[in-house]
């Protein structure tokens, strides 16, 4: 079992920074993909970035490229996402996961409880 939790939500306005941070805790850190996965109001659950389990590899969704990225630190067992110009579509509540699995195929069995990220104009 693997326990999540974020922090570092805000409110901010366009063109602005945050930082997210996602603790874990449980069974062995180094061991699972992390996540990151974003749902505004009305819409699904969408992916946002991944790392893998040494953080030589990551991976970003379209929409958050060159603006976003997620690092993790296995010794504290946290994972990151700095996101800077940030656009009023950005909001969401904004997820971490976890998975046992591969990257290249993640099964993401642990989620946490989500932390809101609002954007002004």
């Known amino acids: 079992q693997v326990r999540l939790v974020e922090s570092g939500g805000g409110s901010v306005q366009a063109g602005g920074s945050l930082r997210l941070s996602c603790a874990a805790s449980?069974?062995?850190?180094?061991?699972?993909?992390m996540g990151w996965f974003r749902q505004a109001p009305g819409k699904e659950r969408a992916f946002v970035a991944a790392i893998n389990w040494n953080g030589a590899s990551t991976y970003y969704a379209d929409s958050v490229k060159g603006r976003f990225t997620t690092s993790r630190d296995n010794a504290r067992n946290t994972v990151s996402l700095q996101m800077n110009s940030l656009k009023p579509e950005d909001t969401a509540v904004y997820y971490c996961?976890?998975?046992?699995?591969?990257?290249?195929?993640?099964?993401?069995?642990?989620w946490g409880q989500g932390t809101q990220v609002t954007v002004s104009s």
């Open positions: 449980g069974r062995t850190f180094s061991g699972y993909v």
């Open positions: 996961a976890a998975s046992g699995t591969g990257i290249s195929d993640p099964s993401w069995d642990y």
